[in-house]
């Protein structure tokens, strides 16, 4: 299984970019290549499109408000992996009440490609992500 980890510091508390992040139908909020989530299932699926009219479906695994992290795993997406489980926690920064790390990892087995080949394609959508987020609270 192959695996990957990305995490950024924002210069805004937990509380507020979990109150941004936190829902599992948030992403069109704070990410710009996915304009379209519906949530079904009373709120454990989602259904992502992304802005080239791509479809994802992923299904929340583990969500804890308090700990501010959800779990999910991807049932159907355009990506050359199996098992894909991924989670989202915003950390607290000892010392830094209004700093956040976010950190964004995921954990998959590669079909067809390297694992350092998945490995770079979810980093990379990782990283870009928390780019986004970093934008967004800045905007």
Excluded: C
Excluded at 35 to 43: A, D, I, Q, R, Y
């Amino acid at each position: 299984m192959a695996s990957t980890t990305a995490s950024l510091d924002i210069p805004r508390s937990p509380d507020h970019v979990w109150q941004l992040i936190g829902g599992f139908g948030s992403l069109p909020d704070w990410l710009p290549y996915i304009p379209k989530s519906e949530l079904g299932e009373g709120g454990r699926v989602r259904r992502l499109t992304n802005a080239d009219g791509g479809v994802i479906v992923e299904r929340l695994v583990e969500f804890n408000e308090a700990e501010r992290h959800y779990g999910y795993a991807i049932e159907q997406a355009p990506f050359p992996v199996t098992g894909y489980l991924s989670t989202l926690t915003v950390h607290a920064v000892p010392g830094s009440p209004d700093t956040s790390r976010v950190e964004w990892s995921g954990a998959f087995t590669p079909v067809g490609v390297s694992d350092a080949e998945a490995e770079d394609l979810f980093h990379g959508i990782y990283a870009d992500g928390l780019a986004a987020l970093l934008k967004t609270v800045q905007a």
